[in-house]
Nanobody, 110 residues
């Protein structure tokens, strides 16, 4: 099983980033996916989730209206479009299933 995040980087407040997670080794189109983040010195925090078919999405209150989760089941990929980024969005972002996690990608907003 592999989950590989990409797309992180450094942006100014108000900027945008699109995270991507490439997966393999499990039945992606049968699996709900999530994004979580960990800010420096803070606990891991769930950010967003999407069901296996992509028809239902869920968000942490603080990112609603700014972040959009999506998936492409034919490509085994899940995405997180992040707009109007804030300093407090800084952290390492992970894509995950209920069993597996990626290694994360750093997002810095400053």
């Amino acid at each position: 099983v592999q989950l590989v995040e990409s797309g992180g980087g450094s942006v100014q407040p108000g900027g945008s980033l699109r995270l991507s997670c490439a997966t393999s080794g499990f039945r992606f189109n049968h699996t709900a996916m999530s994004w979580a983040r960990q800010a420096p010195g803070k606990e891991l925090e769930w950010v967003s989730g999407i069901n296996s078919g992509g028809g239902s999405t869920y968000y942490l209150d603080s990112v609603k209206g700014r972040f959009t989760i999506s998936r492409e089941n034919d490509k085994n990929r899940v995405y997180l479009q992040m707009d109007n980024l804030r300093v407090e969005d800084t952290g390492v972002y992970y894509c995950a299933t209920t069993r597996y996690w990626g290694q994360g990608t750093q997002v810095t907003v400053s």
